[in-house]
């Protein structure tokens, strides 16, 4: 069975997201002052061969790990459509 899989990464809340305050200041600079904050990520669109959801979220989440995200500054989420 083909599985759709989404992994967001995001930078860990910890560290700075350079991308997302300059992104902050150009909305600002545009006169949009309610956003409070930004942060940018990646959306990683997989179409995974397995044969349960658990082994498609396993395959995803092994892929994460070794080479999708970086531990140390990102964190990932992953969802199985």
């Known amino acids: ?3 759709s899989v989404q992994v967001k ?3 860990l809340k ?3 997201d350079p991308q997302g305050k300059a992104v902050m200041s150009g909305l600002g600079n545009l006169g ?3 956003i409070q904050d930004v942060r940018i990520g990646k959306n990683i669109a ?3 061969e397995a044969a349960s959801i658990e082994e498609a979220t396993a395959i995803a989440r092994d892929a994460a790990k ?4 970086n531990p140390v500054m990102e964190q990932y989420e992953i969802i199985v459509n």
Not at 66 to 69: D, E, H, I
């Open 1 to 3: 069975m083909t599985f």
């Open 9 to 11: 990464v995001m930078p």
């Open 14 to 16: 910890e560290l700075l």
């Open 32 to 34: 949009l002052q309610a």
């Open 46 to 48: 997989l179409q995974v």
């Open 66 to 69: 070794k080479l999708l995200a």
